[in-house]
């Protein structure tokens, strides 16, 4: 099997044209972004909300409860309810995006509220203190300390859009789920095997990139990072 895999990924004319591999990553990777765009345009500023105000937490209840509903069952769903009203070519679309929203929506919303939710009072009674509004304190304090739990919620959101995009290829979607379905109708098992893999390595790569991003953007007081004191640092605090 490995050998099929590799002549597979080997052969020139699987690189090449509108079933290529490269066109079909960026299919994936188009889906994934607009998904994340959609999610965190939604998700991010209603759990800022429920965290910073303590209101509607149910909202939060509910949305972790959509975790539980059959990712293939909804996309089927929501196919056959949007697809028919949508006559163009984005009738297959429209309906994934949506479905990949909402499954986006649930860490991203938990990871938001959790974040800011456990910001210490005192820091927020320290930023009033100083003469910041709600609005400050929200974006200068909360924000910053709960950015550990929303880039994890982004993470999590991320790699599972980039898994049922895969599964949303069996209503006509493109990506790289094309390769297991087509290959599973032709029986074509190194190309199902390739696109297994080629999903693998996309979510593996995507999760590194943003674990590099949460490195960079968390704060290292927040992180836990500790920057390297050289003598001259030394001398100076001395001083």
Sequence with gaps: MIDDLMTWLQDPDHWAGPDGVPARLGEHLLYTLVTIGIAV??????????????????????????????????????SMLVGPLIQSNLAFTVPSIIV???????????????????VDPAARDAARGMGMRGGQVLTRVEIPIAMPLLLSGLRSATLQ?????????????????????????????????AGAVLVALLALLTDGLLALVQRFVVSPGIS????????????????
């Design 41 to 78: 345009a939604l998700a991010v500023p209603l759990g800022a909300w429920v965290g910073h105000t303590g209101r509607g937490r149910w909202l939060v209840t509910g949305a972790n409860a959509l975790r539980a509903v059959p990712s293939l069952g909804l996309l089927f769903a929501i």
């Design 100 to 118: 990949l929203v909402i499954l986006a929506i649930p860490p991203l919303l938990s990871g938001t509220y959790a974040g800011i939710e456990s």
């Design 161 to 193: 859009v980039i898994a049922t995009a895969t599964i949303a290829a069996s209503i006509s979607l493109g990506g790289l789920g094309r390769y297991l379905i087509d290959g599973l109708a032709a029986r074509d098992l190194p190309q199902m095997v």
């Design 224 to 239: 836990g990072r500790r920057t390297r004191v050289g003598p001259t640092d030394i001398a100076t605090r001395t001083a």
